[in-house]
């Protein structure tokens, strides 16, 4: 196993810290989807989780999202240890820092794309409604969706959904995105489209981006790519 390279979370400030993570999912034969994964991530990290099939990528991903709970092991966000928390306070977290993108978009079909942005916005609260629906409709446009804010998910392309899911994820100004194969239901030119738009993320806001995905071409253009096999890290390298 290749020792992991240093990192901005090892020389500045550490967004996101997984320490020995294990996940074993109960059944009659108790099945370890992730063991022993410790790994930093810096701010304005762009990092690719790769792997084969049934390596544990997504389910590492839920772990770092707080949308699953740990066998052993801690997740911690701003140094913050996440294990410890209540289901609400993991909740308001997931609301408040961090964003997710998924393969298939969920969008809400009965709603635009200006309102299905809005929704995150909606349940955290901070923001009056004209607000919430003025910071929507300049993250869609900033991802090239200006023309299409009223337009309900059914009135546009893949690709064009997947950036609204994009917005959707940031609306809240989180610290971290987490994407699960956001391109793997895409043609090559809408792929194109998100992956630019993550990587603007990274490189205007300072958002830090983990991206579960199978596409290598897209791993290697990332800053930094942990490789899994069998649930733990077989390399962790910077470019």
Do not use: C, W
Not at 25 to 32: C, E, I, N
Not at 114 to 133: C, D, F, R
């Amino acid at each position: 196993m290749s020792s992991p390279a240093p990192s901005e979370a090892e020389t500045g400030e550490v967004l996101l810290e997984a320490r020995r993570l294990k996940r074993i999912l109960p059944a009659l034969v108790p099945v370890t989807l992730v063991e022993d994964v410790s790994f930093r991530i810096g701010r304005a990290e762009f990092v690719a989780i790769t792997g084969p099939s049934g390596s544990g990528k997504s389910s590492l991903l839920y772990l770092l999202g707080l949308l699953d709970r740990a066998t052993s092991g801690e997740v911690l966000i701003e140094g913050r240890p996440a294990e410890a928390l209540s289901s609400s306070e993991m909740a308001r977290i997931r609301l408040e820092k961090i964003g997710f993108v998924f393969q298939f978009h969920f969008l809400l079909p009965e709603f635009t794309a200006l309102e299905n942005v809005m929704i995150p916005m909606q349940k955290l609260g901070k923001l009056p409604h004209a607000a919430q629906a003025e910071r929507a409709g300049e993250l869609l446009s900033q991802l090239g969706l200006a023309d299409f804010l009223h337009r309900r998910p059914e009135q546009l392309s893949g690709g064009q959904r997947q950036r609204v899911a994009v917005a959707r994820a940031l609306a809240n100004a989180p610290d971290l995105i987490l994407a699960d194969e956001p391109t793997g239901s895409l043609d090559s030119a809408s792929t194109e489209q998100v992956f630019e738009s993550l990587a603007s993320i990274v490189k205007t806001r300072r958002t830090t981006v983990v991206a579960v995905t199978h596409d290598l071409d897209l791993a290697a253009r990332m800053e930094r790519r942990i490789h899994l096999v069998d649930g733990r890290i077989d390399y962790d390298r910077h470019k």
